[in-house]
């Protein structure tokens, strides 16, 4: 057998996956149909740890919520990644409506959520003096974060690949085929045991091999980022009171100091359906007023949707489908919140097949992209002084340097596209969304990457960014 697990699918909840397993003396490898991690559903969800007030007492995402989400600060601490505890609020605007925050409460508890509180509308105003003046109570949950989604999935990958597990990008899962003693996928990798956590494309996989089938629904949801200037605009995440009337949007912070408004619910067929549509966006800034007032959505730096794989039936699928084939599907929200439990829970059936030993010499951190804003200036002098690319200013927006691109191009799991560099290091995340900072960003890339700049993409194989030479081209006549 080549491997002793092959994982499907490079997205928070593979990647988590692929950490516990890197853990043990298996051989692991992760198969993505991209050109990275954090390329689908990932790449494009609230950022937010929710605290498991929620989900259905009894169900996995109940358990696996509350589960990761106490996993989560020590987990930032250990792999470095972007991570901050400012609870949450869920707001009700109606009085007539106080008995659905009451049960959100006790579907709190009963999730075994710490530090419940129902607070009126004073408590309210005093935490979050920008909420409108209809508020009529909330429930308060301390222990909501939020975290950078891009950061913890890179965090998992790196430190996996550190720890011997291989990467194999550009090929999608075609064929999988029963063999004896494991499964051959694509008609070339051999394997004791799969994964399936393929987001959205997870049904069509486990419904290749198991005779039990699944469905999986992808459900757009569509976002608005705000620039940092809105940033003390509210620092808890706000959530309005799901009533017959909708779920309503959130509007939260983001690790990075930015106000991130969303998402609405459509469902989609097609699965590569990211489009946003100014219907969307109207319905998600009109419902966002209600919460907060005036919000200025003149400073819109950018607006985006993603996929959610929504499970037919309501839950995570996570369990042994076919024998040595797990799944790890229908993973929604809180399927960010849920990633540590997850990694650990699917990491233990596995373990218990296969009956691994310990990996020697196991790398247990992870060095995080350097951030100078957090530097001191005494610190970042040090740091130019051992490499001057780190006072050569890329990003002026994110104040990225051309060390911590050159950083990104060089990692275990390294960024191999414009995309890739910009969820590594933020250059290109700020107000003038790469305007600046990507045509220097693509030189470095260039020149580490050692290909010509018409090479370089801005996301996968059919995203060129350079398609000719002016001069040239008009020399040329074309």
Same mark, same amino acid.
């Given at each position: 057998?080549?491997?002793?697990? @092959?994982?499907?699918?490079?997205? =928070?909840? #593979?990647?988590?996956?692929?950490? &516990? !397993? *890197? +853990? ?35 169900? @996995?995402?109940?358990?696996?919520? =509350?589960? #990761?989400?106490?996993?989560?600060? &020590? !987990? *930032? +601490? ?49 935490? &979050? ?350």
């Amino acid at each position: 057998m080549d491997y002793d697990v @092959l994982i499907i699918g490079g997205g =928070v909840t #593979g990647t988590a996956i692929a950490y &516990e !397993l *890197a +853990k043990t003396d298996l051989n692991v490898a992760l198969i993505e149909k991209e050109e990275d991690v954090c390329e689908g559903t990932t790449k494009a969800n609230s950022a937010i740890v929710h605290a498991g007030f929620d989900a259905k007492p009894g169900t @996995l995402k109940a358990k696996l919520n =509350v589960e #990761g989400a106490k996993l989560m600060p &020590e !987990l *930032a +601490k250990l792999l470095d990644f972007d991570y901050k505890n400012n609870g949450a609020l869920v707001l009700c605007f109606d009085e007539e409506h106080r008995p659905g925050v009451v049960e959100l409460y006790e579907r709190g508890l009963a999730n075994g959520v710490e530090g419940l509180q129902i607070l009126e509308k004073e408590q309210v105003k005093a935490l &979050e003096p920008n909420v409108s003046d209809e508020v009529v109570c909330a429930l308060y949950a301390p222990t909501s974060s939020i975290v950078c989604p891009f950061g913890l999935t890179y965090a998992f990958a790196e430190n996996a690949a550190d720890n011997g597990v291989q990467f194999i990008f550009n090929e999608p899962v075609e064929t999988i085929e029963k063999i004896d003693g494991g499964w051959k996928v694509n008609d070339k990798y051999t394997t004791k045991t799969i994964v399936n956590a393929a987001g959205v494309y997870a049904d069509g996989i486990h419904n290749d091999v198991c005779p039990e089938k699944i469905q999986i629904i992808p459900r757009r949801g569509e976002y608005t980022l705000l620039d940092r200037s809105t940033g003390n605009m509210c620092s808890h995440t706000l959530f309005q009171l799901p009533t017959k009337a909708g779920k309503g949007v959130l509007i939260t912070p983001t690790v990075h100091g930015n106000i991130m408004i969303g998402p609405n619910a459509q469902e989609v067929e097609n699965k590569e359906n990211t489009n946003t549509t100014p219907e969307g966006q109207a319905e998600i800034r009109q419902k966002a007023l209600k919460t907060i007032p005036n919000i200025p959505f003149n400073k819109t730096i950018r607006t985006f949707s993603g996929l959610r794989a929504t499970p037919a039936n309501g839950d995570f699928v996570i369990a042994e489908s076919a024998d040595g084939f797990f799944d790890a599907a229908g993973i929604e929200s809180p399927g960010l919140s849920s990633a540590p439990a997850i990694g650990k829970m699917v990491a233990g059936m596995i373990e218990e097949k296969l009956k691994p030993g310990k990996r020697e010499n196991y790398k247990a951190d992870r060095k995080g992209f350097v951030n100078v804003k957090k530097l001191s200036k005494e610190e970042w002098e040090k740091l130019i002084e051992k490499d001057p690319d780190y006072g050569t200013i890329v990003c002026r927006c994110e104040t990225v340097t051309a060390g911590s691109i050159k950083d990104a191009l060089t990692r275990s799991v390294p960024a191999v596209s414009l995309d890739g560099i910009k969820r590594r290091t933020r250059a290109g995340m700020g107000r003038c969304q790469s305007g600046f900072c990507a045509p220097r960003s693509m030189a470095i890339m260039s020149e580490v990457m050692n290909i010509p700049m018409e090479e370089i993409r801005l996301s996968n194989q059919k995203s060129k960014l350079i398609t000719g030479k002016v001069k040239e081209d008009l020399k040329h006549g074309n």
